[in-house]
């Protein structure tokens, strides 16, 4: 069945730190890749999203590229910041597998910033 | 209210117990889902409804739990003989859009339900 891997955590960085969070993917059909941010005491938020391959996704300074060759949808963000410090959750829908109702998730990778 | 609402936010049970866990989500949303979250884990697909029709129950782990939806709005997930491998947090979301596409592209997430099954 379709899964997501993510690089274990937890990541710590200091601040304007370079950050990299892996994501690799398995599916049986095109899926929309996504990352997801839980930041403490508050429901995850979408952070940014890719539909098809090549597409990078943007947002909040993180950017991700889908890359179809290589499965994998890898986080990244030039100068972090101490308000970036959250759990950092990877995901796809499969429209062949699962339809667009339902999200696969990779375990998380928690993310802390130091001053 | 802005977000999806769930209550409790805590739910402590002795196994065997029933619970039931609420979610509200924003107001006219069509899409709810249920995922539960495993300490440690990301979320895993519960469930889903388009407005009161429950569309979607494959991830269900079990026939104890059970999910409705009656008027389109707000949702119980009910777990009947709570057992300790049901401890986890449940979470709620819900979406604007129906079964397209862009159907996870607009998914607003509550915070969740703790449930600790002793």
């Known amino acids: 069945g379709d899964s997501v891997t993510q690089m274990e955590g937890p990541v710590t960085l200091s601040e304007e730190a370079f950050l990299t969070i892996n994501c690799t993917y398995t599916?049986?059909?095109?899926?929309?890749l996504f990352w997801y941010v839980q930041y403490p005491g508050e429901g995850l938020q979408l952070l940014l999203k890719?539909?098809?391959?090549?597409d990078k996704g943007s947002n909040k300074g993180f950017e991700a590229t889908y890359r179809k060759e290589t499965t994998s949808f890898h986080l990244e963000k030039g100068s972090v910041q101490v308000s970036d410090s959250a759990v950092y959750f990877c995901?796809?829908?499969?429209?062949?597998?699962?339809?667009?109702?339902?999200?696969?998730f990779g375990a998380g990778t928690r993310l802390a910033v130091h001053p | 209210g802005a977000g999806v609402s769930q209550s409790p936010r805590y739910k402590v049970a002795k196994r065997g117990q029933d619970v039931a866990l609420r979610c509200d989500p924003i107001s006219g949303h069509v899409s709810l889902f249920w995922y539960q979250q495993a300490l440690g884990q990301g979320p895993e697909f519960l469930t889903y409804f388009q407005n009161e029709a429950q569309l979607d129950k494959s991830g269900l782990p079990s026939d104890r739990f059970f999910a409705e939806r009656p008027e389109g709005s707000v949702s119980t997930l009910k777990i009947q003989r709570t057992q300790q491998e049901d401890s986890a947090v449940y979470l709620c979301?819900?979406?604007?859009?129906?079964?397209?596409?862009?159907?996870?592209?607009?998914?607003?997430f509550g915070s969740g339900t703790q449930l600790s099954v002793l």
């Open positions: 890719a539909t098809k391959a090549d």
């Open positions: 995901a796809l829908s499969d429209p062949i597998s699962g339809g667009y109702n339902k999200l696969i």
């Open positions: 599916a049986t059909g095109y899926p929309s």
């Open positions: 979301a819900s979406s604007p859009t129906g079964g397209n596409r862009r159907l996870n592209e607009k998914l607003f």
